[in-house]
Structure formats: C-alpha cells, structure tokens
C-alpha cells in the first residue's frame, strides 16, 4: 500500500505536559480512518503535526513523503484541513471567504460556484458570514477544506452543527474523494456515523495510541459479546424454547449476549426453534471504545500498584 502518511515513534511536549508519547500509525492512500479519543487524549496535536503547524519533540512525522514542517508549498495546497471550531472573518460573505481560500491554495476559482452548491450555501453564498448559523459556517468550513481536491484530508469534528441532510451529503463527497485516491481522517466524537463509514479506527488515549485496526480486528482483539435476537410468531402461542440464558424484551421477542465461543451454537439453538424474525448485533464502536479505554486505565492502575509495592518492598 501506498502511504500518504507516517508518524514513528512521535511524541510531542508543552513545557512539562507530555500530549503526545511514541506514537506510530500510518495511512495508505484512498483509506477513510477514524481517529477517536477523549478530549485531552492527544487527537487535535496529532492533526497539527500532521499538518505541520507542530513540529515534534521526537519522532518523524512524514505527509506525501515529505516533512510537513517547512515543508514545499506543492505538498501544503494538497492539503484539506477543518479545525473543530472554524472562524471565519464575519465582515466577508460565503462567497469571498472562499476566494480567499482559493487564492491561497492556488485553487481554481471556477470551482467556487459549484462547490457553495454542494455544500448549501449556494442561496447564501453573497451574506455576510456574520449572518451564519453555526451549521452554515460548519458547511463553509468544509467547502474551504475541500478546495482544489485535496490528496490528504484531516477533518475535526467535521459534522458539527450539520443536520441530517448535510451530514450525508458531506459524506457522500468523502466517498468520492476516496474513489479518486484521497486519503480521510476524521477525528470524531459521533461514533456511530464513524462505525459505517471509517476502513480503519485509531484509538488514543493520554497521549498514547492504545488500539487500531478495522472493526472486525478490533472485535477480535476485545472478544466481547454478539447481542442475538429473536421476534417469536405473533400467534399469541407458547414461547418456544431455544435454551438457556435468554432474557424476555418484550412479550414476544428475547435476547442473549453471547460470548465469541457461544455465538453459532446459540445462533443455530434460535434457528431450530419456531421464530419469526433474527438479528445478529455485533459490538458497536462506542462499546468497543469504552472497552479499549477502560483496559488502558485499568492497566494504568495496575503499573501503579506495581510501582507502590516495588517501593515498599524496597523500603523494608
């Protein structure tokens, strides 16, 4: 695979503050990745170091190849950035701020029109930005990222603010932004949106990377529990029996949370038994998220009680 790009080893410290410690992961062209974690975990230093608005207390950071700090003006305007809280000079209108943005990354200004279009803001497009909604300057905000048809996006919290409508069309834009070879991170609290649209999650937390793979890996790695349901026949007759461990949800429908060993075996008891509906609910991102921080705390309490009883044993 074809990387866009790399961090090794990468840590990056504020005075006494450590955000970021020996971090490594990187993403191959064309892939969607997610970048999840707590505020504070690390995720908004990442990006600037990414876009070399950083430059790393050690470790290498590489983006299309080259360094991103000082970087060649070529590499910077292939570059697609949203910060989480966009601002924007609220005397210029939609229009104009987008000029501005084109001028600088020496976008073509044909594309203004079509892209205020794309993201709705066409009938606004001569208002002052001051006269915005919060969504609208959100829209705005991805329309400047999107610019020129950047090689990289790095997008923070980019649906902010966006209702429904939007929020699908500014993800079937990323799509074809992937299809024509764009690398994605999306650094996101709305995991469920991620959990359908990301090829690969990176988990941070305190600075530290703590997981990444594909959902299917992370499942794999966390092994926890399938939720099996099942809808019985509406005929108002007996409730079948399909064995042990099923708990009633309503009057006709039951559900067991099977552990990775259990699952065909109870997914087949369900299915010699008289039922008129199945759902298979794998783990959900958010489960998955919870399960990867609350092991990196608990691992954190454990190191710690090892320290406590290297010191007093060292004390007596």
């Known amino acids: 695979m074809t990387l866009a790009i790399e961090l090794r080893d990468v840590s990056k410290s504020f005075g006494p503050l450590q955000a970021v410690r020996d971090v490594s992961f990187s993403l191959g062209r064309g892939e969607i990745v997610a970048l999840v974690g707590h505020n504070g975990a690390g995720k908004t230093t990442l990006i600037k ?52 943005y084109s001028a600088l990354k020496r976008a073509e200004r044909g594309q203004l029109q079509g892209m205020l279009d794309r993201v709705g803001l066409a009938a606004a497009a001569d208002r002052r930005v001051r006269t915005y909604s919060k969504g609208m300057r959100q829209r705005l905000g991805l329309a400047q990222a999107l610019l020129g048809a950047p090689e990289v996006l790095l997008l923070d919290e980019p649906t902010t603010g966006l209702d429904p409508a939007s929020r699908r069309d500014f993800y079937g834009f990323l799509d074809e932004l992937r299809g024509r070879g764009a690398t994605i991170l999306l650094s996101s609290h709305a995991l469920s949106e991620l959990e359908e649209r990301a090829d690969r999650v990176i988990i941070v937390g305190r600075g530290v990377k703590i997981a990444d793979g594909t959902l299917d890996e992370l499942r794999g790695i966390a092994r926890l529990p399938t ?90």
């Open 49 to 100: 170091l990414m876009l070399g608005l950083l430059r790393p207390s050690g470790g290498h950071v590489r983006v299309l190849g080259a360094d991103p700090v000082g970087g060649s003006a070529a590499v910077r305007r292939k570059l697609g950035y949203l910060p989480e809280n966009v601002s924007f000079n609220p005397a210029l209108t939609g229009r104009e701020t987008l000029s501005f």
């Open 227 to 316: 939720r099996i349901r099942v809808r019985l026949p509406e005929d108002g007759g007996a409730v079948p029996d399909v064995g042990d461990g099923w708990r009633p949800v309503n009057g006709r429908t039951l559900e067991i949370d099977a552990a990775p060993q259990d699952k065909v075996a109870l997914l087949r008891s369900a299915m010699a038994a008289e039922i008129a509906d199945l759902d298979v609910i794998p783990p959900t991102l958010d489960a998955l998220y919870a399960h990867f921080q609350d092991s990196q705390i608990q691992d954190s309490q454990n190191r710690g009680d090892q320290v406590r009883d290297t010191e007093e044993e060292a004390g007596r």
